[in-house]
């Protein structure tokens, strides 16, 4: 069956330094691909997204190219805040039935 | 716009009693809803699949007599948690999509669930 797999975390980076969060997934057909973003206590917010291969989708400075070739959808972010300190989940759309398959999520911390 | 609302955040109930959580689409119409749940430091698991006036859909190893889940509008799906254990403790977490749009879906902020 379709499914996510995401690096594991947490992941500790000072401010200003590079992010990149793995993620690849297995999928009949061509799904769509997500990156959410849930803060402490709060429910999950759509960060970015993207349809078809070769897409790019970004959003406050992050980025996720769709990699069908590699079967990848890595989040990069150039310059991370404290503020992106968060659990980042990767998840993918099975196109005929709409139901979301998540990775098991990463945990990113950063440090003044 | 798009905005998913739950209620309660967060509930503490007895073992052995029922507990009623409610997602409602507050400036859009859902023909459709999930509820996931979500174990600590863990990945959301899909538990049902819930559209608009029809019975819900469960995933394999939900057990549907457990878990009644209710779409009476467009805007309103309920779950009710029946004969709560301590094991049914956790953050349970709705979605809902547009209609017409099968895939993005808007999170509510989710319920903690704890049952003593």
């Known amino acids: 069956g379709d499914s996510v797999t995401q690096m594991e975390g947490p992941v500790t980076l000072s401010e200003e330094a590079f992010l990149t969060i793995n993620c690849t997934y297995t999928a009949t057909g061509y799904p769509s691909l997500f990156w959410y973003v849930q803060y402490p206590g709060e429910g999950l917010q759509l960060l970015l997204k993207a349809t078809k291969a070769d897409d790019k989708g970004s959003n406050k400075g992050f980025e996720a190219t769709y990699r069908k070739e590699t079967t990848s959808f890595h989040l990069e972010k150039g310059s991370v805040q404290v503020s992106d300190s968060a659990v980042y989940f990767c998840?993918?759309?099975?196109?005929?039935?709409?139901?979301?398959?998540f990775g098991q999520g990463t945990t990113l911390q950063v440090k003044p | 716009g798009a905005v998913v609302s739950q209620h309660p955040s967060w509930v503490i109930c007895k073992s052995g009693t029922s507990v009623k959580i409610e997602c409602r689409s507050l400036d859009f119409q859902a023909t459709t809803m999930f509820w996931y749940r979500q174990f600590p430091k863990q990945s959301l698991m899909l538990m049902a699949t819930s559209n608009e006036g029809s019975k819900a859909t469960y995933e394999q190893g939900v057990e549907k007599d457990k878990f009644l889940i209710n779409h009476a509008s467009l805007t309103l799906s309920t779950l009710t948690v029946t004969s709560a254990h301590p094991e049914d403790s956790s953050f349970y977490i709705c979605?809902?999509?547009?209609?017409?749009?099968?895939?993005?879906?808007?999170f509510g902020p989710g319920t903690r669930l704890t049952v003593t």
């Open positions: 998840a993918l759309s099975a196109f005929n039935t709409g139901k979301l398959i």
């Open positions: 979605s809902a999509t547009l209609s017409g749009s099968r895939n993005e879906q808007y």
